[in-house]
């Protein structure tokens, strides 16, 4: 998980290195890693669409050539000021925000359907963007959009509107088994709208 001011925006993000393949871990980080350089060049434009979907281009082709064989998903999204968001994805982490009791989903497989992560040396990114960031934004791994009801994320996310940490273990709580273990690791990122 990753979370950083950029200015007067912010910029979160969600690695998730895919189960079974060795190197997941050190891909994941790697993602992470290569997001904060990215961040701190003069030239890098966050709140750019194409920027994101060229990054992590450039990331799948570096991690693959490495042959660390390990996979990542990725999934960035960028919020400008003004609360535009743009961003992009490769494998199966999603983004999502709450609009009106629903989640309207960014990116991730319930938007596109091809899924090649980040290393795989197939990825191919798909960039989103929306004007405004209306309501709450969920960023997570895979743990929890697979295994999880969107009705019962936005429901937890509603339970909660000021409170981000007893919205976050709600959440948590929608994609657990009834011993109470998940079935998945599960990173999650909320943000509310300024």
């Given amino acids: 998980m990753f979370a950083k001011r ?4 912010l910029v979160v993000a969600v690695a998730d290195g895919a189960g ?3 190197g997941r871990a050190a891909a994941a980080e790697h993602a992470i890693t290569s997001l904060e350089r ?11 669409l194409r920027g ?3 990054f992590m281009r450039s990331l799948d ?9 390990g996979e990542t998903t990725l999934v960035v999204v960028a ?7 743009f961003g992009a994805s490769a494998g199966d982490s999603s983004a999502a925000i709450l609009d009106h009791g629903d989640l309207l989903h960014l990116a991730g497989p319930t938007r596109h359907a091809y899924r090649a992560r980040i290393g795989s040396g197939r990825a191919h990114p798909a960039g989103f963007g929306l004007a405004h960031l209306g309501g709450p934004l969920i960023v997570a791994s895979d743990g929890l959009f697979h295994y999880a009801a969107s009705q019962a994320i ?6 909660f509107p000021e409170d981000i ?3 976050i273990r709600g959440v948590l709580d929608t994609a657990r088994l009834p011993s109470g273990e998940l079935q998945d690791d599960v990173a999650v990122v909320l943000v509310r709208p300024h």
Avoid: K, M, Y
């Fill in 38 to 48: 990215a961040l701190a060049e003069p030239h890098f434009d966050p709140f750019q």
């Fill in 165 to 167: 940490d007893r919205a």
């Fill in 20 to 22: 079974g393949t060795p």
């Fill in 79 to 85: 919020i400008n000021p003004s609360g535009a968001c």
């Fill in 154 to 159: 936005a429901a937890a996310i509603e339970s």
């Fill in 52 to 54: 994101w979907v060229a």
């Fill in 6 to 9: 950029v200015g007067d925006g």
């Fill in 61 to 69: 082709q570096e991690l693959d050539g490495r042959r660390l064989g």
